[in-house]
């Protein structure tokens, strides 16, 4: 009876080394993961206004119908990334993610920004090079430092009203996205 | 022979008990990582740039899109306050206030994030366009029967679950943040 206990009592405890196993493990083996979803959208250097799915269709990134949304995949080994444009006069946020779908950095417009994008990303090499002053910036740019050469950045937007969706997907697609050279 | 069957026995315990766990830690986060205030569960640390393995799995298992911390939190409840599986033959009040925010968004959808609202119809309720009472709190009705007031009319049959976006929000951010004044869901009746 005992010993049968002790055995119990082992494979619970193989149970919980298989557990930290399954939880560590199931980022590196997901491959249906937001990194891969985005990549499908060829989003590189150029803003892609994602379409959000109507009632009933699949909505694998779990897009909101009220928001419209704008992606845009950069590679900082060509360069910093940058990401700027002027947006319309309502809510807007940007997230920059890194190859796991982490959020490395967000913020909304509500931090004093106001209408203008200029957003730049750079990884740490390039962030010692702006620190040494040898890398030539805008003024009023954006700095974001990423770990990571592979990143991609979302803006969020909400129209006030469903029937400004289209001008407002419009304003979107104008930003302008890319690294610089 | 008696060796063998301990052994078996144990292989058995430890897979139920390791892929149980997982399954169940990462759905609305039940052990660690997720907050859970009522029927409503988030993911505090999914906007994070560095969050905890249970966040991170939950992160690579849905593969969804993450409101960063300071964009917002979405709160998902698939059941209702007394504790009962949401299902789409009932009619759901939702009331009561919600936490400090610019806006916010409710979406009715299914386990695979469809949305189940009716395609002619509102796709979500967006707290800029609701009826509200004197005292600015709201009540929503979520199903599908004709309802007074704010009226979410889903579509289908079996279970569902109501995410609640958060945008640009103050829950979590301290003292008198209210993250813990979450709309209560309340069953009505049921076809």
């Known amino acids: 009876m005992i010993r049968t206990l002790l055995w119990l009592l082992a494979g619970v405890l193989l149970g919980g080394i298989i557990h930290i196993v399954v939880i560590l493990a199931l980022p590196y083996f997901a491959t249906e993961d937001v990194w891969s979803r985005v990549a499908a959208l060829q989003a590189i250097d150029k803003p892609v206004v994602l379409p959000v799915p109507k009632p009933g269709e699949p909505n694998p990134l779990r897009l909101d119908p009220d928001m419209v949304y704008a992606v845009c995949q950069v590679n900082l080994a060509d360069g910093p990334g940058v990401l700027s444009g002027t947006l319309p006069d309502a809510f807007w946020s940007i997230a920059v993610y890194n190859r796991a779908g982490a959020v490395i ?50 803006v969020r937007l909400a129209p006030p009203h469903p029937a400004m969706r289209a001008r407002y997907a419009e304003a979107l697609s104008q930003l302008e996205c890319g690294n610089i050279q | 022979m008696r060796f063998l069957t301990h052994l078996l ?22 052990l660690f990582g997720a907050y859970r205030v009522g029927p409503w569960a988030a ?70 994030g469809t949305n189940i609202a009716r395609s002619e119809g509102e796709e979500a309720l967006h707290s800029a366009r609701l009826v509200r009472n004197e005292d600015g709190t709201a009540v929503i009705f979520v199903g599908k029967r004709l309802s007074p007031l704010n009226w979410l009319e889903i579509t289908g049959e079996g279970p569902f679950s ?13 003292v008198g943040s209210g993250a813990d004044t979450l709309p209560a869901i309340d069953r009505e009746d049921c076809a």
Do not use: K
């Not at chain 2, 109501?162 to 301290?174: E, H, K, M, V």
């Open chain 2, 43 to 112: 993911w505090p640390a999914a906007g994070s740039p560095t969050p905890d393995p249970y966040t991170r799995a939950h992160i690579a298992r849905t593969g969804a899109l993450q409101l960063g911390q300071s964009e917002g939190l979405e709160f998902v409840a698939s059941t209702d306050s007394q504790g009962r599986p949401l299902d789409r033959a009932c009619t759901y009040r939702v009331h009561g206030t919600t936490p400090v925010a610019s806006f916010w968004t409710l979406v009715a959808e299914a386990q695979d």
């Open chain 1, 105 to 154: 950095y967000s913020t909304t417009n509500r931090d004093g920004i106001g209408q203008n994008l200029d957003l730049g990303i750079f990884n740490a090499a390039q962030t010692r090079l702006l620190a040494q002053q040898q890398l030539d910036v805008a003024e009023g740019l954006l700095i974001v430092e990423s770990p990571q050469n592979n990143v991609f950045a979302l």
């Open chain 2, 162 to 174: 109501l995410a609640l976006t958060l945008y640009d929000t103050a829950a979590f951010g301290g």
């Open chain 2, 9 to 30: 026995l144990m292989f058995a315990v430890a897979l139920a008990v390791g892929f149980g766990l997982s399954w169940y830690a990462l759905s609305d986060g039940r």
